[in-house]
């Protein structure tokens, strides 16, 4: 989670933070609707470079929130 930045870029990391890893699927939180479905299109480029970053495996899958999602 402390490089998430690097990894992910600054624009997206000033608008979405990590909040868990289980089982494969590393949880982000959005800062509003707008940037969870623009993660959402970003998703397949995010895994690659999360999956470059610490290694194929360890992040299978993304579950992107907005605010105030259910949970």
């Known amino acids: 989670f402390g490089r998430w ?3 992910v870029g600054e624009d ?3 608008h979405a933070e990590p909040t868990a890893l289980r089982d494969g699927t590393l949880h982000v ?7 969870a479905t623009q993660l959402r299109l ?11 970053a610490v290694g194929n495996g360890v992040v299978t899958q993304l579950r992107i929130t ?6």
Do not use: F, H
């Not at 970003?42 to 470059?52: C, D, G, H, M, R």
């Not at 907005?66 to 949970?71: D, E, K, V, Y």
């Open 5 to 7: 930045a690097a990894v």
């Open 12 to 14: 997206i990391a000033a």
């Open 29 to 35: 939180a959005a800062e509003s609707t707008a940037w």
């Open 42 to 52: 970003l998703q397949t480029q995010l895994l690659a470079k999360i999956a470059a």
């Open 66 to 71: 907005g605010p105030n999602a259910p949970s």
